[in-house]
């Protein structure tokens, strides 16, 4: 099974909107409502964003949003804070005994 | 709260084994599927392995498989990654996480760093 394509860098000003892309193909993001989105900072253990697309577990700030269209899914963060700066990987259900995780998107805050 | 201490790394030669503990506590331990992770230095996430909640069932990446093997006790809240014939290409932070179905990891570890080097 084949990574998640995500794109290595994004940016952006505080208060500004981001918004990071991870494709994949019907047989995994485009195929099922299981993409999750993970905030890793330097040093730490990822931490679940959104699941399911667009859930947020309890204590994400709304300012994290999550959505699909078709083989692409999107993470989106809006009103960009200092402490947002670290790297973003998603990953998907690819059906029965298979996962997929995305290369990882490190994103700056200007 | 819930909380996963991941114990046992360290450095081993090629061809070497190390076992790797997961130890958690905050929640039912049972009633949850559970996971490794590895992140190689300076790359990204790598799902490893996976087991059901009584432990009946396991998945592996293929490159671990045949050489790894992952177990639970869930008397002691604990999971196990046995780790045989490791390769300098095993060399990572290895996390548990806990798995809500649908590879959702909800709850990881800090992490314990495997080096395999001669």
């Known amino acids: 099974q084949s990574a998640l394509t995500q794109p290595p860098s994004a940016s952006g000003s505080p208060g500004q909107s981001v918004t990071i892309s991870c494709t994949g193909a019907s047989s995994d993001v485009g195929g099922y409502n299981y993409v999750s989105w993970y905030q890793q900072h330097p040093g730490k253990a990822p931490k679940l964003l959104i699941y399911?697309?667009?859930k947020r577990p309890s204590g994400i700030p709304d300012r994290f949003s999550g959505s699909k269209s078709g083989n692409t899914a999107s993470l989106t963060v809006s009103g960009l804070q200092a402490e947002d700066e670290a790297d973003y990987y998603c990953n998907s259900y690819a059906g029965i005994n298979n996962v997929v995780f995305g290369g990882g998107t490190k994103l700056t805050v200007l | 709260e819930v909380q996963l201490v991941e114990s046992g790394g360290g450095l081993v030669q090629p061809g070497g084994s190390l076992r790797l503990a997961c130890s958690a506590s905050g929640f039912t331990f049972s009633g949850y599927w559970m996971t490794w992770v590895r992140q190689a230095p300076g790359k990204g996430l790598e799902w490893v392995a996976n087991?059901?909640?009584?432990?009946?069932?396991?998945q592996y990446v293929d490159s671990v498989k045949g050489r790894f093997t992952i177990s639970r006790d869930n008397a002691k809240n604990s999971l196990y990654l046995q780790m045989n014939s490791l390769r300098v290409e095993d060399t990572a932070v290895y996390y548990c996480?806990?798995?809500?179905?649908?590879?959702?990891?909800?709850?990881w570890g800090q992490g314990t760093l495997v080096t395999v080097s001669s």
């Open positions: 996480a806990r798995d809500l179905d649908y590879y959702v990891l909800d709850c």
């Open positions: 399911e697309v667009s």
């Open positions: 087991i059901m909640k009584d432990g009946g069932h396991k």
